[in-house]
């Protein structure tokens, strides 16, 4: 998918070699420019690269040669970089990095020793515990390890140190490049105060707000009414959503900010907040600007990145669908302006709000980093943007003015995250028991952090991968997303594959009437009711499940005992029966499928699903690797991947592991858990495994805050335990009015998904 802009003066050893190949280039014949170029080579690695180039050389016209001369002005990129981060983006620019011939460094935690970054990097090191405040925010760390290993640049991919001014500064003063803007435009614009104050000098469109260092109760909330209500609170250094809140009434005010600054302080170490006027039909569109040491500054046009959850992008195209030409051209100068008015270099994201009741747009924040939605803009362009990147931070000017920028097609990002949108979009965490991506094309890009074998940890961001398609046109491109996410797999934490499906065939979405509030406006056709599994589906996770359980071999071959399953020695006809329980609306339904066997891999069976029964005569089974079966009728085959997963044990019958199945079918996913026979459920009658009143973690959390303590009265909707997990808060609230009977954890202590943490009594 990548394809780098490698030439052989690119890689001259000096400054005087240089000099002397644009000497020649100027009035060279076509034999002399090619002997230069294989001259100058500047190691034998790189040899093959400028041989290509050479060949090409030998038929070049004119403009090629006035473009090698300006080539030949270009300074060799960096050997070794170090990359600052880890998961999806490390990768991506680790791809980027050995297409480049440039070796690499991982920096990993303690969770993080196995993980994909650091099999792919030349050289990996370890900078400390899980908690990202003791590893990937070490800058001392990071920094001993870059000049550990002598590397000459580090790329802090997004998120962590990304906009960090302080850590470019450090790298500077060390002689090591940091591969983004100088820290200054770090400050300028990593301060959502100042760099509105810098936007409005600049001509650049702002929404009316408070952007005051007065950081006391009192003036942000006399400012947020007379801004008027809503408004929205926003972490200053803020960014992805952190720090976040909209407010409605001054009755939630004092809630609602407590909570943004709590936030900001954690997530960026500055609890200082801006209060702007929230806009209700607002649609993120933001502009991928890019700046050289030159003074050159020009737009890879413009981004729409309004569907979002918890004030996260979930999906995010290019172009922005339904623009004017006129209003693609002012978000692309504007934006411009925004980068020069701090002199930027490098990747940048200025983002703005477009409102879809006025047509009129306003800055809102700048990112002074690669942003995860990038590969949009590399599919319409055809380009490359960590390579541009490493050019950029290695002092060569930009290879393209804004006249010569490509723009073709359309493209669709669609992140993959462990997260249960059912739950609210909370994060999920654990194994990746089994992934499989779609097959990669032309128009087909997966960017993957994590493989199969690898955990979701709870101390960051839940992001697991990203899916990229391109199409000559918008439902083009759609097309591609669904028929992509239909082969796209993960199995061992909840995902939201599913409902990206969902919403990428939503009629509204199709005819791109897109904005901020996308989801919570159609969340009830997005989610829709739990529809109960197929009988076609339940039959086969149970066909499969007994070829597990009665699957025997003796050195690869059948023995008497598999052979002569079908019967008993009465002569009776064996029967098994499967059970499955599977969450519904009112909690779990349980489904049933009785197996007759007939002989080796044929079965008459019968599933009962919501009371109703369905029939299934002769039906044949053939296994087709370890997690896939193929079961065929005198009608229909169908093809499933079903992985299984123990669980622990079953919390009445300590003996008994839970068995999970994820079953795969026809694009859908589903999770089946296999039910205890009868004979184990019956020892413990009488045991209840939920308790009324209870309060328990609903995802792997940190306590930050408990509200109440024993004895204490509460009422409905009052803050009973604040969580953490993936850098995001959540507040548990009691859904009736009662006393505090027992508190099971404190603040700091990690809980697991469905822990107690506290028990409410009646009053």
Not at 69 to 93: M, S, T, W, Y
Not at 502 to 510: K, V
């Amino acid at each position: 998918m990548f394809k780098p802009r490698r030439t052989a003066i690119r890689f001259l050893a000096s400054q005087s070699e240089r000099a002397v190949a644009t000497a020649r280039l100027g009035g060279a014949s076509k034999t002399t420019v090619i002997g230069s170029a294989l001259i100058h080579a500047a190691s034998p690695t790189k040899t093959v690269p400028v041989l290509r180039q050479a060949r090409s050389l030998a038929t070049a016209s004119t403009s090629t040669l006035d473009s090698l001369v300006q080539d030949a002005q270009q300074l060799p990129l960096f050997d070794k970089i170090l990359i600052a981060n880890r998961g999806e983006i490390a990768c991506r620019v680790i791809r980027t990095a050995k297409q480049l011939g440039i070796k690499t460094v991982a920096v990993y935690s303690e969770v993080d020793r196995n993980a994909l970054h650091v099999q792919l990097a030349d050289e990996a090191f370890y900078i400390g515990p899980a908690p990202s405040s003791e590893s990937y925010l070490r800058m001392d760390r990071i920094l001993e390890v870059a000049l550990q290993t002598g590397a000459q640049a580090v790329h802090p991919g997004y998120g962590f140190l990304s906009e960090n001014a302080g850590f470019a500064q450090k790298l500077f003063e060390h002689g090591i490049v940091f591969i983004g803007p100088p820290a200054s435009a770090i400050v300028s614009m990593g301060s959502k105060s100042e760099s509105k104050d810098i936007m409005i000098a600049a001509g650049v469109p702002c929404v009316p707000g408070y952007h005051g260092q007065d950081q006391s109760f009192d003036v942000l909330l006399s400012e947020a009414k007379q801004i008027g209500f809503p408004v929205l609170i926003k972490a200053v250094m803020g960014g992805g959503g952190k720090g976040m809140r909209i407010c409605f009434s001054e009755a939630d005010f004092l809630e609602s900010l407590t909570s943004a600054q709590r936030e900001a302080q954690k997530s960026f170490g500055d609890s200082r907040v801006l209060v702007e006027k929230y806009i209700v039909r607002p649609r993120h569109v933001e502009v991928q600007v890019f700046g050289d040491t030159h003074g050159n500054v020009i737009s890879l046009w413009e981004r729409d990145c309004s569907v979002q959850r918890r004030h996260q992008k979930i999906i995010e195209e290019a172009p922005a669908p339904g623009l004017s030409a006129e209003v693609r051209a002012q978000l692309g100068a504007k934006a411009v302006a925004a980068a020069r008015a701090v002199g930027y270099t490098g990747a940048g994201t200025v983002e703005f709000i477009y409102d879809t009741d006025t047509g009129l747009f306003y800055f809102m924040e700048m990112n002074t980093r690669l942003q995860v939605e990038h590969p949009v803009t590399e599919m319409i362009t055809g380009l490359d943007l960590v390579e541009w990147q490493l050019s950029v931070a290695a002092g060569n000017t930009l290879p393209l003015d804004q006249s010569s920028v490509p723009l073709h097609g359309h493209a669709f990002e669609a992140r993959i995250y462990a997260e249960n949108p059912r739950n609210n979009f909370l994060p999920d965490a654990g194994p990746l028991l089994h992934t499989r991506v779609p097959p990669v094309s032309r128009s087909v890009r997966v960017d993957e952090g994590f493989k199969t074998g690898s955990r979701i940890e709870v101390y960051y961001d839940p992001l697991i991968s990203k899916l990229i398609v391109h199409g000559r046109t918008r439902k083009d491109a759609l097309r591609q997303l669904r028929a992509a996410l239909d082969q796209y797999q993960v199995a061992g934490v909840t995902t939201n594959i599913d409902f990206l499906k969902t919403l990428s065939a939503h009629p509204a979405f199709i005819e791109a009437e897109v904005e901020t509030g996308f989801i919570d406006k159609y969340r009830e056709d997005l989610l829709g009711p739990m529809s109960p599994p197929s009988p076609e589906l339940l039959l086969q996770a149970a066909l499969f499940s007994y070829s597990r359980e009665f699957r025997h071999t003796e050195n690869g071959k059948q023995s008497p005992w598999t052979s002569l399953t079908g019967r008993r020695f009465g002569g009776d006809v064996l029967e098994k029966t499967v059970s499955f329980s599977v969450p519904s609306e009112g909690g779990t339904e349980r489904h049933s499928v009785v197996l007759s066997v007939l002989g080796p891999n044929i079965f008459n069976c019968t599933v009962t699903s919501n009371g109703e029964k369905t029939t299934f005569e002769q039906v044949r089974t053939t296994i087709r690797g370890p997690h896939d079966i193929e079961v065929t009728t005198a009608s229909d085959k169908w093809h499933s991947t079903i992985i299984p997963h123990s669980v622990g044990q079953d919390p009445l019958i300590s003996t008994l592991p839970i068995r999970h199945f994820y079953v795969f079918h026809r694009g859908k996913s589903t999770t089946l858990t296999e039910v205890l026979p009868e004979w184990a459920t019956s020892r413990a009658s009488g045991t209840s495994a939920v308790i009324s009143g209870n309060l328990r973690a609903p995802m792997p959390s940190v306590i930050v805050d408990v509200r109440v303590k024993v004895g204490e009265k509460v009422t409905v909707g009052q803050a009973i335990v604040i969580l953490e997990s993936m850098k995001t808060e959540t507040i548990l609230r009691a859904q009736k009015e009662g006393v505090v009977t027992s508190v099971s954890c404190k603040k700091g202590e990690m809980v697991s998904e469905g822990q107690q943490l506290v028990e409410l009594g009646d009053l």
